[in-house]
């Protein structure tokens, strides 16, 4: 809304706001879509928040506790184990699944017999449940029977069972996530390629820029936007990774989403830390996604064009 | 002002007002409809319906057992089973969190063995002292009426397939043929043999069993914390697991995997794991509960008969110490806040019968909780294990040390005793992790 930046000058601004008819009728037709928003996603949000200061437990509302509950998550061993896992592997998952979604989207744009087929094909991982390619995933890597130990075992790369050793299970967390979504990445800068018209590539060979030249003076920059997105929308996925840690780890495996789980649904004690690391996520995926828009310059609307 | 305001402003002004209103209305319409709702979510039943939660009725033994009960009660009462997830921590969160939300219709919930003690300081269960006396309570197996037991009151009534016990499962057939007569008596005795009669057999594993970071590797690991001599808590709640001979279960529990006893996937096996690879012919040992029995002979699930697999209890320390299997099972209660109290009691009165659970023990193969079904003939016939594991299950079945708390004690134990199977941290450094963390949570039960 173009409003919200003029809105430091107090009194004069309300009165050209609602002084207006027009600008009023505006306001009281979006007024029904505010009040349900407020509703439906400020309030939980805010119980939330007001949960994770309190002493409340699953079974009643607590006294104010002010930040207890934050410090005590931030001492707990486990929220750290959490929140390290949570960030190598967003750090990692993201960074693969961008050059190979990157380098698939570049091999599919290319028009060859077939490609349509190529293009359904690739989006297979992607189609799979979660849950069903995690369990999938799990039985691969089970000793005794999992195809992957008995190969790794057999190259003499790893003899332990996969799934005992929490490093290699983060490991095998980022690849099966890498195998499963890098699909969905490039898809959605194959979806960018194809909006860069043809033309501009016909110009640049005739004014005899290179394929590096072209790739990175043309397609990258022209790119940008479909790359925010698409890195945006995974970062924020992986970062509150949840169905794909606690099944393919049977709990062995934590990550900010399990941790809140433990605390809110198993656990009888934890519930206020819980609570706390619920706001964390929150508030840091809120963060993640400001840095995305603020810093690097992700248009979150065409009007701003 | 403006000439436009002049001219046309008032009567859009006037106008505005009333769509304002119009506006206004429709906001609040969604917001009601949007409370009301959330409102009216649960409204309790009132049918008269007895309501009994349970996990999936596999055997059919449910169903006929309430079709009794309807025709007995004709136009009187009527029961029905509603379905629960058949993982227990699912039905736990999910019955947990309609008793949170204070609007379930439910009357009557099968309980784990676990939740009694929990459900009972939340007030969402009720007592049944005056129902069930302590001269009923004295027909059940002693274990199982004790884990229901709440401050003087008493809040289920054990039911079938209860108490479930950990055993140990071995193939008669190999041993034989490593010219071994008896089943292993202590852990030491276990490992030898496990190892032995692998390589002589020339199969994959010798001991398996459940090792994983849930409840079941809870229950393996304190077998072998009990039959060391250790315990959790003692008889007041205090905590006293930092203890030489807690320290020894936990040092044998993970000398399983180093000895190479058991395949150091156990780590990370569940129930389902492991009953495959005994079924599968692939160890020799197993460490199971008793419905691994009923499934031998059949074909479709296992290449192992009956008389190829022998019952010992869960070996010991050092010969001629006590044996314990961690106790499992399930039980009935009556949700607080049922206005069909009387029904739902006479319903339970009716499940828990000698009679009906004998029906139920048939055809399903469970393990009965009251204690003169252990001597009935035609149990002994249909369910072969109540017989061959008949000692263990009357006398040697321990609870885990169940408190209101015990889901976050559960936690804790399943971390730290699965870490120690690993080998990651010393069975000493589990003890004393342990001893601080369950001590804190005991406080916070005080």
């Given amino acids: 809304m173009a409003s919200a930046s003029t809105g430091k000058k107090g009194r004069s601004w309300f009165k050209e706001e609602f002084g207006n008819p027009e600008r009023r009728t505006a306001y009281y037709m979006v007024l029904p879509s505010l009040l349900i928003i407020v509703v439906v996603a400020f309030f939980p949000i805010l119980y939330g928040v007001v949960l994770s200061l309190t002493d409340s437990t699953i079974s009643g509302f607590g006294s104010f506790i002010g930040i207890e509950n934050y410090t005590e998550m931030f001492q707990d061993s486990d929220f750290l184990e959490g929140l390290s896992n949570t960030v190598i592997f967003t750090v990692v998952s993201v960074a693969l699944e961008f050059f190979i979604g990157l380098g698939i989207a570049l091999a599919i744009n290319r028009a060859f017999r077939g490609r349509g087929l190529v293009r359904a094909a690739v989006l297979v991982p992607w189609a799979f449940p979660t849950v069903i390619a995690a369990v999938m995933w799990r039985l691969m890597f089970q000793s005794q029977v999992g195809i992957i130990q008995y190969v790794a075992d057999s190259l003499g790369i790893i003899s332990d069972p996969i799934l005992s050793s929490r490093t290699l299970l983060l490991i095998g967390a980022i690849l099966v996530d890498v195998w499963k979504t890098t699909p969905f990445v490039a898809l959605l800068l194959l979806a960018g390629l194809q909006t860069i018209p043809g033309e501009v590539y016909e110009a640049a060979r005739v004014d005899g820029a290179n394929v590096m030249q072209r790739f990175f003076r043309i397609t990258m920059p022209l790119l940008k936007g479909a790359i925010l997105v698409a890195v945006l929308f995974r970062t924020l996925d992986a970062y509150r990774v949840y169905d794909l840690f606690w099944v393919l780890g049977n709990r062995e495996l934590a990550s900010l989403s399990t941790y809140v789980y433990e605390g809110v649904r198993i656990s009888q004690l934890q519930f206020g830390p819980g609570n706390a690391a619920a706001v964390f996520i929150f508030v840091t995926a809120f963060l993640i996604a400001l840095f995305f828009i603020r810093v690097l310059g992700m248009r979150t609307s065409v009007e701003e064009e | ?446």
């Fill in chain 2, 1 to 446: 002002m403006t000439e436009r305001a002049e001219g046309s402003g008032v009567p859009a002004g006037r106008k505005l007002n009333r769509r304002d209103f119009l506006k206004m209305g429709g906001a609040g319409l969604a917001g009601a409809a949007l409370l009301g709702t959330a409102g009216c979510g649960g409204g309790s039943g009132g049918t008269g319906q007895i309501i009994f939660t349970m996990g999936p009725d596999t055997d059919g033994s449910i169903a006929k057992l309430i079709k009794k009960f309807n025709e007995q009660n004709k136009g009187k009462l009527e029961a029905v089973h509603r379905q629960m997830p058949s993982s227990t921590t699912q039905y736990y969160d999910k019955i947990r969190t309609e008793f949170q939300a204070g609007t379930s219709d439910v009357s009557v919930i099968g309980t784990d063995v676990i939740w009694p003690k929990q459900f009972a300081p939340q007030n969402w269960t009720m007592d049944l002292s005056d129902r069930f006396p302590a001269s009923e309570q004295q027909k059940f197996i002693a274990v199982t009426t004790q884990v229901a037991e709440y401050e003087g009151g008493i809040y289920s009534v054990p039911w079938c397939s209860c108490p479930d016990a950990g055993l140990l499962y071995y193939r008669k057939d190999l041993l034989d043929d490593s010219g071994i007569s008896a089943p292993p008596e202590t852990w030491d005795e276990l490992k030898e043999m496990a190892v032995q009669v692998s390589e002589d057999a020339g199969i994959q594993n010798g001991f398996v069993f459940q090792g994983a970071n849930y409840e079941g590797g809870v229950c393996n690991a304190l077998e072998y914390i009990w039959t060391h001599g250790g315990d959790v808590l003692d008889e007041n709640d205090n905590v006293v697991i930092d203890s030489p001979e807690a320290t020894a279960g936990l040092a044998t529990y993970n000398s399983m995997l180093t000895s190479g006893a058991a395949p150091e996937a156990v780590a990370n096996w569940t129930e389902t794991e492991s009953l495959a690879n005994f079924y599968n012919g692939d160890s020799v040992f197993i460490r199971y509960w008793p419905s691994a029995y009923g499934g031998l002979g059949d074909t479709t699930q296992t290449k192992l008969k009956p008389d190829q697999v022998g019952i010992a209890p869960i070996p010991v320390d050092k010969p001629g110490n006590p044996t314990f299997s961690c106790l499992g099972g399930w039980e009935m209660s009556i949700y607080a806040n049922t206005d069909i109290e009387e029904d739902a009691w006479k319903f339970i009165a009716f499940m828990t019968s000698e009679e009906s659970i004998k029906e139920r023990v048939i055809i399903g193969g469970y393990d009965p909780s009251r204690k003169a079904l252990y001597e009935d003939k035609e149990i002994a016939e249909a369910t072969p294990v109540v017989k061959l594991a008949k000692d263990v299950l009357l006398k040697n079945v321990k609870s885990r040390p169940v408190t209101e708390y015990y889901g976050d004690t559960s936690l804790e134990m399943a971390e730290q005793f699965n870490s120690a199977l690993k080998g990651d941290i010393s069975p000493e450094k589990a003890v004393k992790t342990l001893q601080k963390s369950l001590s804190q949570i005991m406080e916070e039960s005080k």
